[in-house]
């Protein structure tokens, strides 16, 4: 069951820079940054009353977000969603056919097991599901 939007993803080039810009804008600081190894990105959490923004930096040419940036520019990445269990809700989507990039939940940033759901299979919005680690 979805819970609640956790976060919005926005793939940036430079994070110092990027850090600058949405400091001023939010009149905030991020509460948190994070590299997360597996899939090669730095991240920067900001929290904005309930809701939260994640920076995305790619730390390799190979990553995601990298090739992400090269096809489509900075912007918009996706948008995530907390849900009570994931493993439940994978089992219940795929059963609704929609397709998953990978078939397992893994370790993500901020304490999350997460899950993406592959665009073609949403409209070619890119939905990540979240679940806190117990």
Known sequence: MFKKIEHIGIAVKNANASVALFNSLFQS?????????????????????????????????????????????????????????????????????FQFIHEQPKKGADNKLIAFLHPKSTNGVLIELCQEIR
């Open 29 to 97: 600081k991020p509460y948190k940054t994070e590299t997360v190894e597996s899939e090669q990105v730095n991240t920067i959490f900001y929290q904005i009353g309930p809701n939260k923004i994640e920076l995305l930096e790619a730390t390799s040419a190979e990553s995601t977000i990298a090739k992400f940036i090269d096809k489509k520019g900075e912007g918009i990445h996706h948008i995530a969603y907390e849900v009570e269990d994931i493993a439940v809700e994978m089992e219940r989507l795929k059963k609704e056919g």
